[in-house]
C-alpha cells in the first residue's frame, strides 16, 4: 500500500491546553472514531467549544444522534458543527463504504483521532474473521486511516498541521504482537492478551505511520488516556451498560472502586491536548500520558517488528 503524500462543568478539570485554547481552531475538522461516549465524546464536547467542526465515528446511528442531541450546547459555544459518520470498525466493508463516501466529498480532515476500542472481550471475530480487538482496535482503524489519508493530505496543503493520534494504553506494556498467530486461532485465548497485543499494535503502527509521514505536516502520536471510568469495562462489568438496576448490595463497593479512577473528562485531556495544542504542532512518533512524552515498551520500537505489523495488517485488510 502506498501512503499518498502530495462542558457547563469542564472548568473544574485541569486542562493541558490550557492558555491554548482556541488559538489554533478556526473552524477546522476533526474525525473522532466512538465519539458518542466515553473518552471519544469529552474529546468531542472540548473539540466543539475550541471551534472545530467535529465528525463522531459511530457504528450504532442511534447512538451517535443522542450524542450530536447532547453535544449541542458545545457546538453553539464553539460556534461549530457536529456530524455523524456510520461505519463499524469490526467490518471492513462498512469502514471502506465509509471511506469512498468520505473521499467523494472530499472534505479535509484536520484531525484524526482513532478513539474507539474494546478491551477485555470473550473470544469473538470481526466480519472478516479477525479476533474481535486487534480488528476493531488496530486493523480497523490501520483500513481507516490509510484510505483517509488523501484528506488529511489536503488539510496539510493548506495548513501543514495534519494530527493522527492513536488512543493506546499503558496495557501495551506487557503486550507483544504474535506475528503467527495474531488473531488466537491455534492456540488457549487470553482476553488481556488480546488487548494488550492490541494496544502494543497502536503504539507500533503510530512509530511506522509517522516515519512513513516524515515532512509530509501530517504529526502521529499515540497515548494513554489513564485509568478512566467509562464503559469500556462492560465485559467485565455487565452492570456497566445493561439496562438492569445495579444490585443495592454492590453500589458501594462499586463508588469506592469508582472514586480511584479518572472521570471521562479528565481522560479525554491528552487527546484534546494532542489534537488542538499548538505545543505538539510538528511533534510526532511519540506516546503520551498525561499530556508528557513518555518511554513506551522495549517492543514498541523494534523498527523490524514495527515494518513486520504493517505489512501483516496491509496484507490482512488487503489495501
Ligand atoms: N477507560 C480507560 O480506562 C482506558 C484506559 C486506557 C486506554 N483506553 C482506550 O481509550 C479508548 C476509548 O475508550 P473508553 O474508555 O472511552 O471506552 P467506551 O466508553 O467503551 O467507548 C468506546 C467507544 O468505542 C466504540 N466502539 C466499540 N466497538 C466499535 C466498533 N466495532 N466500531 C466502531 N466503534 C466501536 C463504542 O461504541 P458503542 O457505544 O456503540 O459501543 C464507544 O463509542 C479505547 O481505545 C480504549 O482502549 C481507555
Not at 222 to 249: C, D, K, M, N, Q
Request: proline share 4%.
Amino acid at each position: 500500500m502506498k501512503v499518498h503524500l502530495s462542558t457547563a462543568s469542564r472548568c473544574r478539570v485541569k486542562t493541558c491546553a490550557q492558555g491554548s485554547t482556541g488559538s489554533t481552531s478556526g473552524n477546522k475538522t476533526a474525525l473522532i472514531t466512538g465519539g458518542n461516549t466515553g473518552i471519544g465524546y469529552e474529546t468531542a464536547a472540548s473539540l466543539l467549544e475550541k471551534g472545530y467542526d467535529v465528525i463522531l465515528g459511530c457504528r450504532n446511528e442511534e447512538k451517535g444522534r443522542a450524542a450530536m442531541k447532547k453535544l449541542e450546547p458545545f457546538a453553539r459555544k464553539g460556534g461549530s458543527s457536529t456530524d455523524l459518520a456510520v461505519f463499524d470498525l469490526a467490518d471492513l466493508n462498512s469502514v471502506s463504504e465509509y471511506t469512498k463516501r468520505a473521499l467523494d466529498e472530499g472534505r479535509p480532515i484536520d484531525v484524526l483521532l482513532n478513539n474507539a476500542g474494546i478491551m477485555a472481550c470473550p473470544l469473538m471475530r470481526t466480519k472478516q474473521g479477525f479476533e474481535q480487538q486487534i480488528g476493531v482496535n488496530h486493523l480497523g482503524h490501520f483500513m481507516l486511516t490509510n484510505n483517509l489519508m488523501p484528506l488529511l493530505e489536503k488539510s496539510a496543503a493548506e495548513h501543514q498541521d495534519a494530527r493522527i493520534i492513536n488512543v493506546a494504553s499503558s496495557a501495551h506494556y506487557p503486550g507483544t504482537i504474535d506475528f503467527n498467530d495474531m488473531s488466537w486461532e491455534n492456540k488457549e485465548y487470553s482476553k488481556w492478551g488480546a488487548y494488550c497485543q492490541s494496544k502494543l499494535a497502536n503504539v507500533m503502527f503510530s512509530y511506522e505511520l509517522s516515519r512513513k509521514l516524515q515532512n509530509s505536516g501530517i504529526t502521529v502520536n499515540a497515548l494513554h488516556p489513564g485509568v478512566v471510568a467509562t464503559e469500556l469495562g462492560r465485559y467485565l462489568f455487565p452492570s456497566l451498560t445493561s439496562e438492569e438496576e445495579i444490585p443495592w448490595w454492590s453500589k458501594p463497593l462499586l463508588s469506592v472502586a469508582t472514586s480511584f479512577l479518572l472521570t471521562p473528562e479528565q481522560g479525554a485531556q491528552t487527546s484534546i491536548y494532542l489534537a488542538s495544542s499548538p505545543d505538539v504542532t510538528g511533534v510526532t512518533g511519540k506516546y503520551y500520558d498525561s499530556c508528557k512524552p513518555k518511554t513506551s515498551s522495549n517492543e514498541s520500537y523494534d523498527l523490524e517488528k514495527q515494518k513486520k505489523l504493517w505489512d501483516l495488517s496491509e496484507e490482512l485488510v488487503a489495501l
